[in-house]
């Protein structure tokens, strides 16, 4: 069974850095590409950033770029988001995903398998 765990969501002040983890079990974890989406009240699921199998490909949102960065580590199983200079409009429920081939993918069809998400709140 297929299991994606998000950690590291909570309270954080504007300006302020957040690190999101996400664990993966019951898959071949370098084989997939992953993907960190968020989805605000009223407000579909988007992108926010993506990485290859290998981590050599990544894409960020325009709304996070030079803020979020994506990174993994196939031989912990793990992705991970580091959010810089959050702001408000980033409170969000931030899910996790998996997608194979582990090509970089920026579509949700693409991805097979996702976390039960983790709340980030941005306030003063």
């Known amino acids: 069974q297929v299991q994606l765990v998000e950690a590291g969501g909570g309270l954080v002040q504007p300006g302020g850095s957040q690190r999101l983890s996400c664990v993966a079990s019951g898959l071949v974890f370098s084989g997939y590409a992953m993907g960190w989406f968020r989805q605000a009240p009223g407000k579909e699921r988007e992108l926010v950033a993506a990485?290859?199998?290998?981590?050599?490909?990544?894409y960020s949102a325009d709304s996070v770029k030079g803020r979020f960065t994506i990174s993994r580590d196939n031989a912990k199983n793990a992705v991970y988001l580091q959010m810089n200079s959050l702001k408000p409009e980033d409170t969000a429920v931030y899910y996790c995903?998996?997608?194979?081939?582990?090509?970089?993918?920026?579509?949700?069809?693409?991805?097979?398998?996702w976390g039960q998400g983790t709340q980030v709140t941005i306030t003063s």
């Open positions: 990485i290859n199998w290998n981590g050599q490909s990544t």
């Open positions: 995903a998996a997608g194979w081939p582990g090509a970089l993918a920026t579509e949700p069809k693409s991805y097979n398998y």
